[in-house]
């Protein structure tokens, strides 16, 4: 009896276990995806709105659909692992259509533990554009881009694996926005 009892101990904590690295897994994968529902309602004030859902599915459909050049491989290797990518953009007619309030949400989730600010760009006239990744460790398992302009409210949303590097290689090409990060460049000779 005290052998079966035993067994059933060391069989519930291994369960128990193996559903705490699941449940930890599942919890760091959704915290990189934020609920972009709060701002649903500004779709009604604005004059223009883009709503992207790229799920995982969607992500392999379209990974399969680039062809074998070399910037379609280098693509795939830059969304390899992506679980998805959700844009929510919100162009209005006149300023001050959105208020501090409808971004707050956001902002609310970009300041929970593993959320870092990497960039953060300010203008009076323009509006101001910040980067967020969402570090998993050493890796960056989100990464979030918020743009505020008098005009326009913009969040982009990037679920999984990013390779900054990689990312930084593609500014201002493919619909890439220029996001300032600098890829490191060679060592030359002299520098050694």
């Known amino acids: 009896m005290k052998l079966l009892f035993q067994q059933i101990i060391k069989t519930l904590i291994l369960g128990s ?5 699941s449940a930890s897994r599942a919890t760091a ?5 934020l609920r972009l529902t709060s701002l649903d309602a500004l779709a009604g004030k604005a004059s223009e709105t883009v709503d992207v859902n790229i799920d995982e599915r969607l992500m392999h459909v ?11 491989k280098e ?7 992506i679980k998805g990518i959700y844009v929510k953009s919100f162009e209005f007619e006149h300023e001050n259509e959105y208020s501090a309030a409808d971004v707050e949400d956001i902002r609310a989730q970009l ?30 398992g989100g990464l979030t881009i918020l743009s505020t ?5 913009t969040v982009v949303n990037i679920v999984g694996p990013v390779d900054l590097q990689k990312l930084a290689e593609f500014e201002g090409q493919f619909g ?17």
């Not at 276990?17 to 690295?21: N, Q």
């Not at 994968?29 to 995806?33: A, E, I, L, P």
């Open 17 to 21: 276990l193996v559903l705490a690295a």
């Open 29 to 33: 994968q959704d915290s990189s995806r």
């Open 62 to 72: 379209a990974a399969s659909a680039l062809t074998s050049d070399d910037d379609s």
């Open 75 to 81: 693509i795939k290797k830059l969304i390899n692992g």
């Open 111 to 140: 300041r929970l533990p593993g959320w870092s600010k990497l960039v953060n760009v300010t203008s009076k006239k323009e509006g101001n554009v910040e980067v967020y990744v969402l570090f998993n460790g050493d890796t960056v």
């Open 149 to 153: 302009e008098p005009k326009e409210l």
């Open 176 to 192: 890439i926005p220029d996001l300032g990060l600098e890829s490191p460049k060679p060592k030359t000779k002299k520098e050694d």
